[in-house]
């Protein structure tokens, strides 16, 4: 092969690159900001280590509706080398669960703890979200 034709191909593939990190990038904010502009948040956990469950793993969304926030979980599976995700469960967390007598209006440091736990700040409470994939568990700190 040429040179110059070897040359062009490469720059091809870095151009690719380039192209395909600006999909990506316009794609969040996108879903995030003009799909729909009630999403504050959004934070993907961490990938299953389960063999039974590969490709697979929870998002956390955070809406605001009215005047207070809510939180959903999605359960989004990839398919083969990580494409074409599909959102396969998706629940709210239910708000007696967490507001108590007062609304959620602040959510910050959402932290995941493993593939199906997560924690975050609501308000000034800190909770942990546990087994995302059956029935959950709240516990307020």
């Known amino acids: 092969m040429s040179q110059n034709i070897k040359s062009i191909l490469r720059n091809l593939g870095k151009i690719a690159i380039v192209v395909l990190l600006a999909l990506i990038y316009f794609e969040v904010g996108l879903y995030a900001n003009e799909v729909d502009p009630h999403i504050t948040e959004i934070s993907t956990g961490p990938f299953s280590k389960s063999r039974n ?41 239910a708000p007696d669960k967490l ?15 493993s593939y199906d736990s997560f924690s975050f700040t609501g308000n000034s409470t800190n909770y942990t979200i546990k087994n995302l994939d059956g029935d959950y568990v709240v516990i307020k700190d």
């Open 53 to 93: 469950i590969e490709r697979a793993r929870f998002r956390c969304v955070v809406i605001i509706q009215e005047v207070s926030l809510s939180v959903f979980v999605e359960k989004i599976e990839y398919g083969e080398e990580n494409c074409c995700l599909k959102v396969v469960k998706s629940y709210q967390i």
């Open 99 to 113: 507001e108590g007598e007062y609304k959620l209006y602040r959510i910050s440091n959402i932290n995941w703890l």
